[in-house]
């Protein structure tokens, strides 16, 4: 089990490093997510389990794939306007959306306990957006993004249970290349990049990006998945945004861009999601 909990962190901080590597290329959000994607298709193809899927069910795998594909968007978009720990810090609103959303799309009781969890990460951003007016086009990509990845996951649980993982993840990033293929030409129009090629280093950040933080961590969470359950993995998770921050302010010293709002807008965002992993394990217990 020991092997198991340290490719479980080293997932999660492979996840939470994409944000590190969304700051560090110089390709905008669009064309970013477009060669993700790309680089990451062919090596899924060839890891996926031959498994034949009807017509129907594949459009609906690749349209959540496509709904992740547009929250990485606007997640980098985010990133990119603002800065890796306000993004990551606008990401945290993603349990917010959850709590509400799969309720009602669902047609179950809303979890008022989890609404409250979520409540205080949004005062948390309501308190860095008033006062730092610096981070607000940043934090309202975040907080789109985190209404994407929402929806994607409410959605990736309709699907998922279904079919093998690794074909599901195959489909679904043929869904969200096929997507950002179509919507590009739109975006550079409207959001020009200074290049539609990657640039020195660009090359080497996106070959990373691609093959270890795409491929390298779904592989990894499947293995994991082997010998832990799926709540043990959620609830680790909890940590990437902290891990995201940590990495941030040691690679671009993101310390001494945040005012004395941001420290104490993260810290709500810090206390909502210590009170979940908490209540998590009680209701596990």
């Not at 004395?260 to 009170?275: F, H, K, T």
Request: glycine letters at 8%; hydrophobic letters at 55%.
């Amino acid at each position: 089990m020991r092997n198991t909990f340290l490719k479980l962190h080293l997932s999660i901080i492979l996840a939470g490093f994409t944000g590190i590597l969304g700051k560090l290329i110089t390709l905008n959000e669009g064309l970013l997510v477009w060669y993700r994607i790309m680089f990451a298709l062919p090596v899924l193809l060839l890891l996926a389990q031959t498994r034949r899927i009807p017509l129907r069910q594949a459009i609906r795998i690749m349209g959540v794939g496509a709904l992740l594909a547009m929250h990485w968007v606007f997640f980098f978009g985010s990133i990119k306007a603002a800065n890796v720990s306000i993004s990551v810090a606008a990401f945290s609103m993603t349990g917010f959306f959850t709590a509400i959303l799969e309720p009602l799309l669902n047609r179950r009781r809303i979890a008022l306990r989890e609404v409250m969890f979520g409540l205080i990460a949004v005062a948390g951003i309501c308190l860095i957006f008033h006062f730092d007016l610096r981070y607000r086009l940043g934090i309202l990509l975040g907080i789109v993004s985190s209404l994407l990845a929402a929806l994607f996951s409410i959605a990736n649980k309709g699907v998922g249970g279904e079919h093998p993982v690794r074909t599901l993840v195959m489909y679904e990033m043929l869904g969200g290349f096929l997507c950002i293929s179509l919507m590009l030409p739109g975006y550079l129009y409207f959001f020009p990049s200074p290049s539609m090629l990657p640039v020195g280093m660009d090359w080497a950040y996106l070959l990373v990006f691609s093959l270890v933080c795409t491929v390298g961590l779904y592989l990894l969470q499947i293995d994991v998945l082997k010998k832990i359950s799926a709540f043990t993995l959620n609830l680790s998770y909890n940590l990437e945004p902290v891990y995201s921050i940590i990495l941030a302010m040691l690679i671009f010293g993101e310390s001494r861009e945040l005012g004395p709002a941001a420290y104490a807008g993260l810290a709500l965002i810090a206390a909502s999601v210590g009170l979940q992993t908490v209540f998590q394990l009680k209701g596990k217990a």
